[in-house]
């Protein structure tokens, strides 16, 4: 499996921003997406995932906030960022998880900045 993230950029506070990853490859039918990122001279941590059949799991900061979503028949998941804070800076990393084998995109960075 491959990934492809796409979306970052620059955004000012209270704005949006949208990232997508789709999957290509080999890719097994159950499977979990997500969305991961690491601020500056912090450990990478979980934003959301979601799973084939649709089970959501997201940070606490990020509720309210940010959806994840998916088209399966594209294999690709989405982010939709809303209400940007600065502390949402960092970089997002997409991730795949199947057969318990972790597959992680390449990061695409995301500055909230006025």
């Known amino acids: 499996v491959q990934l492809q993230a796409s979306g970052g950029g620059l955004a000012q506070p209270g704005g949006s921003l949208r990232l997508s990853c789709s999957a290509s490859?080999?890719?097994?039918?159950?499977?979990?997406m997500g969305w991961y990122r690491q601020a500056p001279g912090k450990q990478r941590e979980l934003v959301a995932t979601?799973?084939?059949?649709?089970?959501?799991n997201y940070v606490e900061s990020v509720k309210g906030r940010f959806t994840i979503s998916r088209l399966n028949a594209e294999a690709t998941v989405y982010l939709q960022m809303n209400s940007l804070k600065p502390e949402d800076t960092a970089a997002y990393y997409c991730?795949?998880?199947?057969?318990?084998?972790?597959?992680w995109g390449q990061g695409t960075l995301v500055t909230v900045s006025s």
């Open positions: 979601i799973s084939r059949t649709g089970i959501l």
């Open positions: 991730k795949f998880t199947a057969r318990g084998i972790d597959v």
């Open positions: 490859g080999d890719i097994p039918r159950a499977n979990i």
